[in-house]
């Protein structure tokens, strides 16, 4: 997410202590949060999301940042997640890099940045996080935990670390762990990073370019895996493209797909940090919700859920739908009103950012 | 393809003239092929091969060479293609650095490696290339054309230049264009390698390890499309590597996934020359069957096929099952005989390669 606008909603909170993390601990870390939609009295109607990899807590424009938020056209007044009735907080994830603590903070034991001194992370953690920042807002049981992709993931954690504080589970275009395939991809894209000469094993300097090659590839890798053949082939099909300079070699863009591509890597460039990403990136592959009990049948049998609603689509590759109708099968046995929604959106795993059509009235129907 | 073998039954034929491609023209060519199996009288037992990107001539084991061929399992006597029956050639595609000359070979008219002087490569020109071959030898009518990948695509534009050389019309995993997301795959691959500084604009030194880090990452990148995301949930799961040194950052190899592309990227790197490999994969994208005539059903009009069988695998996303069949489909105004075999291999677009049981009968009953 770029991080150009002039004015912020944001809010930060630090710890006065130490945090503990699965694999270590860092000292009074600070999260970043934004929240839209008043609470109310009984303080019970607030949801909290979790963001995927690289999204900032601005989820939605408010009158402190009228600038478009990542879920703009989800959540606001009279909107899906509405902000007449909810008070919508989301977090920057810990170990992301805008405003919550990361490897691109400065340790306060050291007065140094983290880079690769920071503990390993896990999904667990950025869950516990979010129960603190609870904590600190004065709200106890949530209305509903919500989050996509990675913050499905996300969500389902806290869920399960924290059962009497969710009575609502929404979880999109995720999964209850990561299947090899994934693994693969995202292990394929740090290594890209890596092996970036200007990574320098995670010393390149702050702030500055970094791995910017291994950042562009990387992108690119992710490009490709969040959205589908069949969008492309709609879209592009073999158009070639005309606006790009002459290539220096006869491995140039030729094709309207390449040119998209470069694009959107461009964008990306310079707007996130590369060790947070290797951090985040890592701590999907991770995640396995059998962890808490021992299988998935364990794990969710912790949960305290009036509901849950699992949305997936048919075209989502990263997070194939197989994997989501297990979730939702496995979440029917221990809670009562289980909804699964199978959407057949052409733009892979990316939908819930881009087909509205289908993604507001199937988000609406649960809120 | 390693080349490590001591004994070889490569034979090679240098053109004495120059040979025009689609976009330029090079000096006197050489091309390297084997043969299995016995020419018959009447010099219509012929069955010509074309390769994927990646393997050499060596097809399969004879007495010249008794190593392992790339599809030893298909290619022998009492084999789905039978030796006792067919005169099997397979050539080294033009382009490639397995003996037929491409960017790594030494330009005649300049006494020095081609390198990014080679003229941008297509298909057609390596399909071309295959019936220079077969004039040397003095084969005119081929039994069958057949290509699995790269080489189906091949052999189409082959069925297509010369379709009265023509009888029957055999393609593997493969398509009659390529789509945007194999491009966009390809296409990020390609930018692996040439943003290498080792790559130095092709001009690395040769022999040497070029630049090694983007064949690693291209490499990887080409495993994780050559397979299937259910091979990988069935083979490996969430297993942890064992076998592995202690990775020297956090983000080193933890899973088996892992360490299996990992011991395939150390394989390949030093095999395939980094230039050859760029144009291959060009050649790949640029190809659209279309081309000959304006639409693949005009394309489609010129064969003169007796017979034509399609094969495509459920789980292949590189090649999809729906393209092929829109090939078979399109064969079928032409061809009075076309079959279409949709296999439920597992293996993704490599099961040609591995999935015997599902292939060997479905290719021998074409033979």
Redesign the interface.
């Known amino acids: 997410m770029p991080e150009h606008r002039t004015a912020t909603a944001r809010q930060s909170f630090t710890l006065p202590d130490r945090f503990a993390m699965r694999r270590g601990e860092i000292e009074i870390p600070t999260l970043a949060y934004e929240t839209v939609g008043r609470l109310n009295q009984g303080r019970d109607n607030a949801v909290l999301v979790f963001t995927g990899l690289s999204p900032s807590a601005h989820i939605a424009s408010s009158v402190a940042d009228p600038s478009s938020g990542w879920w703009e056209d989800m959540v606001g007044p009279d909107k899906p997640i509405d902000t007449n009735r909810y008070h919508v907080i989301c977090m920057n994830s810990l170990g992301s890099c805008f405003g919550s603590t990361g490897p691109a903070s400065i340790d306060p034991a050291t007065n140094r940045t983290y880079r690769?001194t920071f503990p390993?992370l896990s999904l667990e953690d950025i869950a516990a996080a979010g129960a603190v920042l609870l904590d600190q807002l004065g709200i106890g049981r949530l209305a509903a935990v919500v989050g996509a992709s990675m913050g499905g993931m996300t969500a389902l954690a806290f869920a399960m670390l924290h059962p009497e504080r969710t009575a609502a589970l929404l979880t999109i275009s995720s999964a209850a762990?990561?299947?090899?395939?994934s693994?693969?991809?995202r292990?394929?894209q740090?290594?890209?990073i890596?092996?970036d000469?200007e990574w320098k094993?995670?010393d390149y300097q702050i702030p500055g370019p970094g791995p910017a090659?291994g950042m562009?590839?990387a992108r690119?890798?992710g490009m490709?895996t969040y959205r589908?053949?069949e969008e492309?082939?709609t879209?592009?099909?073999?158009e070639r493209a005309t606006d790009e300079s002459p290539a220096?070699?006869?491995?140039g863009i030729?094709?309207?797909?390449?040119s998209y591509?470069e694009a959107h890597a461009r964008k990306f460039i310079g707007t996130f940090d590369a060790n947070c990403y290797?951090?985040l990136s890592?701590a999907m592959?991770?995640f396995?919700a059998a962890d808490h009990g021992g299988s998935l049948k364990q794990a969710l049998e912790r949960m305290r859920l009036d509901r849950a609603m699992v949305i997936g689509v048919e075209t989502d590759?990263l997070f194939?739908i197989h994997q989501q109708e297990e979730l939702a099968q496995g979440l029917k046995t221990y809670v009562k009103d289980v909804r699964f929604a199978r959407l057949d959106s052409m733009q892979g795993h990316d939908s819930f950012l881009v087909d509205m059509d289908r993604f507001r009235p199937a988000i609406a129907s649960f809120f």
Do not use: C, H, Q
């Open positions: 690769l390993v762990r990561s299947l090899p395939f693994i693969a991809l292990s394929l740090r290594e890209m890596r092996r000469p094993n995670g090659t562009r590839l690119k890798l490709i589908s053949a492309w082939e879209r592009f099909g073999r220096n070699s006869p491995f030729d094709f309207e797909i390449e591509l290797l951090y890592r592959d991770l396995d590759f194939p």
